[in-house]
């Protein structure tokens, strides 16, 4: 079974511009999440998206938003870039569902340089 | 979700077990204790997680104190390819995706 995929790899932005990238989960998997890690803040949580409504978010401003397609593939857009989105996005799927905890599987990451 | 606590670093000769530690002294009832890694610059590994009983699978053993306010994670026999940084995560309710990631520990394995 193929794992989750993130395309671009790697991506170099200008400051004010804005971003949008992808995540395919793997097959079967409802539930996409996705996380920001930078050197200073670690991994931090950004939201999760389940049957193709956001079901958590985490602190972000309302720069970074989402969307999760019928297909369970998701994107996420960061819009008028600053220096500080600099970082490794990464995506994670889960089977998701409210009738246990599982196991998420994260992708390789897009890492993002704003300049 | 409950936090947890992790040395920040560990070593560990290749070829013996390796022991990293976790407390998570606020953790509730319903709450469970997962372990991932991440090899640097690549997106985290799932290992392993639990509720309450010890649990083994192919990459490592989980063994959750009967109060469940500790953990540890071992891998039995370290390779070189075992370096990586180890978090543990405590996660809550069913239907919440979200990790709540900490500074983990970052375990090196000596040749």
């Known amino acids: 079974k193929a794992g989750v995929t993130q395309t671009p790899r790697y991506l170099i932005k200008t400051r004010g511009q804005q971003v949008t990238l992808s995540c395919s989960p793997i097959?079967?998997?409802?539930?996409v999440s996705w996380y920001q890690q930078t050197p200073g803040q670690g991994l931090q949580f950004l939201f999760e998206y389940f049957s193709e409504t956001q079901r958590n978010k985490g602190n972000f401003p309302g720069r970074f938003s989402g969307r999760q397609f019928s297909n369970s593939r998701s994107e996420m857009n960061v819009s008028t870039l600053e220096l500080g989105d600099s970082a490794l996005y990464l995506c994670?799927?889960?089977?998701?569902?409210?009738?246990?905890?599982?196991?998420?599987?994260f992708g390789p990451g897009t890492r993002l340089t704003v300049t | 979700d409950a936090k947890t606590t992790q040395p920040t670093s560990m070593d560990c000769a290749e070829g013996r077990a390796a022991n990293l530690p976790c407390n998570h002294s606020?953790?509730?009832?319903?709450?469970?204790v997962y372990w991932y890694r991440q090899i640097h610059s690549q997106g985290p590994q799932y290992i392993i997680h639990g509720l309450k009983n010890n649990e083994t699978n192919e990459m490592a053993s989980l063994i959750i104190t009967e109060d469940r306010k500790s953990s540890t994670l071992i891998l039995p026999h370290a390779t070189l390819r075992d370096t990586a940084v180890y978090y543990c995560?405590?996660?809550?309710?069913?239907?919440?995706?979200?990790?709540?990631f900490g500074t983990g520990t970052r375990l090196t394995i000596i040749p």
């Open positions: 606020t953790i509730s009832g319903n709450e469970y």
């Open positions: 995560i405590v996660r809550g309710n069913f239907g919440n995706e979200k990790l709540t």
């Open positions: 097959s079967g998997h409802r539930s």
């Open positions: 994670a799927s889960s089977l998701g569902g409210n009738r246990g905890t599982y196991e998420q599987y």
